[in-house]
């Protein structure tokens, strides 16, 4: 099932990307565009600002 990018979701994660640094940052941003489900690189580039080369590198 993929998640559904609520205003105050895509806040929430924006906030807690901003918080984390290093591997654990790129690991919460993976786990999250994994959730996102068929084309979640593309959702969380245009929706939250993510860099899709970082997530890819993963």
């Known amino acids: 099932m993929a998640i559904v990018l609520t205003d105050s979701l895509k806040k929430l994660l924006i906030e807690t990307v901003s918080q984390l640094f290093g591997a654990a940052k790129r690991k919460f941003m993976a786990q999250t565009v994994q959730g996102l489900g068929l084309g ?11 860099n899709r080369d970082t997530i890819r590198n993963v």
């Open 40 to 50: 979640g690189q593309r959702l969380a580039q245009s929706e939250l600002g993510w």
